[in-house]
């Protein structure tokens, strides 16, 4: 049993990063390099030497821009045509026109990258129009460089603090509360700047395996970045557009587009049919596979059964050595061959996250929020499609930012009274003998996001969810019971899941228009350029509730040809292909 002990403790830093997983040490590295003296503090809730979405490896860099394969402006002509024209291209242009430098970086650091017969790096085409995915080799190592690297820069770590809320005062970021997860203590961090890189919230939908912690994402980013800038009054743009991905069934992992569609694989229908054009994950390829699936062509399944031997094995290497080794252990128990039959896909719950679809907290090309001295970076800022090399690039942004800021800036002033208030908050669960478990306030969550978001999105049902997440918040405030500090970290995710659910119906309801594929397909409403060719940002509302308003799209700075402008609308291939 973790025991709940009691106090607090406070410290001072400059720059504070909450999320140690890829965008968060690359933007400590990069403030630590630019400015020795500044006291930089990586925080976790878990260890950052195994945490994240890129701890168990990775297969390759999905959206490289490299000289000679791609260019800035053909990247961020892409990115905002797959993002249906709702994108601010001044931070997709900088993160094109830079991401090259943080590759060489990686490079240096000893994550290998796939070079041709020539030493150039192999790019491999797998988007609707450019070509950008880069394998790496031994992408099961990316971690571990990346943790040696810290080391080597005296990076203060602190692992196994989960941040709850952010600290405000004069107008300004103050700092965070954090409680640890192994005793419930609780750390109150002053900081000059935050930086937040806490990954995607990916517990909102169930996955239909039923496990709370089957999801896509990596189950330790519950989404606390979302709700932390929520309840700070930072802005967070498009929450409607959702992410949702073509999954193997009940493994849950990547299908994939990125490893097996440049060697020969691809997506097909129950008779072996190729259907859907691209298979870059976009909200119009996932439409076509939920078409596909409510036709009666299903189910879907990933087929590489054509291909030759030597190139099976390589996926095989690729996808279950270097990037998840649970995935062989998966196939093997169920007796499914790739060389052998079509393996099975599926739709996967739904979630915010950046690094796939467009969610996220509103930032700049600066990796900055609408708080001063706050950035974000990673899956949880609303820069689209950026993956894993954008979270390193942005967070190669942020702190390089947040260096400057510190300069000017002393320690803003907070109210004490916020820390008592959260502290009430947190332990409260801990004071009841007796009520509902964690567990439970979350599977009602989630199930009732299943239920009642998960598109195609209908009004009715949306407004429905919104009845029964109250119920679920009121059960929750007054009868959520915990009997030790792992119970009341799960009490704290299940509050944050609860808030990032509210946000995605209200969001939801607030775009009347369908975009985005299957992200936003709202069944009552077309598409409507004129009223929501726009991004919407959600804040908190003075009543505590979700406030909205439309926000303009930034002038372009690459421009779009009329007729490049549906390229990722039709993802349909003409007259289905047998297979081979
Ligand atoms: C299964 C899978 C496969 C993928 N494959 C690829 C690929 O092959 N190529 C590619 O380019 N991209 C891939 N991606 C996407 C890429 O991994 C992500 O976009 C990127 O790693 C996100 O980085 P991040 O820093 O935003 O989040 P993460 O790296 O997930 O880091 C978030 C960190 O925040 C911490 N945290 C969460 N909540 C709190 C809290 N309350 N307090 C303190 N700390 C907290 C977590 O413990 C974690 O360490 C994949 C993603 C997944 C899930």
Redesign the pocket.
């Known amino acids: 049993m973790d025991e709940i002990l009691d106090g607090t403790t406070q410290i001072d830093c400059d720059i504070l990063i909450?999320?140690?997983?890829?965008?968060?040490p690359m933007a400590a590295l990069k403030a630590k390099r630019k400015n020795p003296e500044a006291n930089v503090v990586l925080?976790?809730?878990?260890n950052?030497k195994r945490?994240?979405?890129?701890s168990m490896g990775?297969?390759?860099?999905?959206?490289s821009v490299i000289p000679g394969y791609a260019t800035p402006e053909q990247y961020t002509k892409e990115i905002t045509i797959a993002n249906d024209g709702i994108v601010d291209q001044k931070a997709v242009y900088r993160y094109a026109d830079e991401c090259y430098g943080i590759i060489q970086e990686l490079d240096q650091f000893g994550i290998r990258f796939q070079k041709d017969q020539n030493g150039e790096y192999d790019v491999k085409k797998v988007h609707h129009i450019g070509t950008y995915v880069l394998p790496m080799p031994n992408g099961d190592t990316v971690k571990k460089a990346l943790y040696r690297q810290l080391r080597k820069a005296r990076i203060n770590i602190v692992n196994r603090?989960?941040?709850?809320r952010l600290l405000t005062g004069e107008d300004r970021i103050a700092g965070a509360i954090?409680v640890n997860t192994r005793t419930a203590e609780f750390l109150v961090v002053r900081a000059k700047a935050v930086i937040m890189?806490?990954?995607?919230a990916g517990r909102l939908g169930l996955p239909s395996s039923g496990y709370l912690y089957g999801t896509?994402?990596?189950a330790?980013?519950?989404g606390?970045?979302y709700a932390m800038s929520y309840h700070a009054g930072a802005g967070l743009a498009n929450l409607e557009c959702f992410q949702i991905n073509p999954l193997i069934k009940d493994y849950n992992?990547?299908a994939c587009a990125?490893v097996a569609g440049p060697m020969g694989g691809y997506t097909a229908n129950a008779q072996g049919e190729r259907f859907i054009e691209c298979d870059y994950w976009s909200g119009q390829m996932m439409q076509e596979f939920y078409d596909e699936l409510q036709g009666g062509k299903g189910p879907v399944y990933l087929k590489l059964n054509h291909l030759a031997e030597e190139t099976v094995a390589e996926i095989e290497r690729v996808l279950h050595i270097v990037?998840?080794p649970t995935r062989g252990h998966f196939h093997k128990g169920r007796g499914t061959d790739y060389r052998t039959e079509m393996i099975e896909m599926h739709i996967s719950e739904v979630g915010f996250c950046s690094?796939h679809s467009a969610s996220g907290v509103f930032v700049d090309e600066h990796a900055r929020t609408t708080i001063p001295g706050l950035y974000a970076?990673?899956?949880?800022a609303n820069v689209p499609h950026?993956?894993?090399?954008?979270?390193f690039t942005n967070?190669a942004f942020a702190g390089l930012d947040a260096v400057d800021y510190i300069k000017d800036v002393d320690f803003a002033d907070f109210d004490m009274g916020e820390v008592d208030a959260e502290q009430t908050r947190v332990l409260a669960p801990t004071k009841r003998d007796d009520g509902i478990p964690p567990n439970q306030i979350e599977y009602k969550t989630r199930r009732f996001v299943n239920d009642y978001l998960q598109p195609p999105k209908v009004t009715a049902k949306m407004e429905l969810a919104q009845r029964r997440f109250a119920e679920v918040r009121h059960d929750m405030e007054n009868e959520m019971y915990v009997r030790d500090s792992h119970e009341l970290m799960r009490s704290l995710e299940a509050s944050t899941i609860l808030d990032c659910a509210d946000m995605a119906a209200a969001a939801s309801l607030y775009r009347t228009e369908s975009r985005w594929g299957l992200y936003h397909n709202r069944v009552e409403y077309e598409r409507d350029d004129e009223n929501w060719f726009c991004h919407t940002i959600l804040t908190k509302g003075d009543d505590g509730k979700p406030a909205h308003r439309k926000q303009p799209v930034q002038p372009y700075v690459v421009e779009i040809d009329d007729d490049e402008k549906n390229a990722y609308a039709n993802q349909r291939v003409n007259s289905t292909v047998a297979a081979e």
């Not at 909450?18 to 968060?24: E, K, N, S």
Request: proline share 2%; hydrophobic share 35%; glycine share 24%.
């Open positions: 909450i999320g140690g997983g890829t965008a968060g925080l976790d809730k878990a950052v945490s994240g979405a890129i990775m297969d390759g860099l999905n959206n603090y989960m941040a709850t954090c890189a806490l990954g995607a896509y994402e990596n330790s980013n519950s606390e970045g992992g990547p990125y990037e998840r690094g970076a990673g899956d949880m950026n993956y894993m090399l954008g979270a967070g």
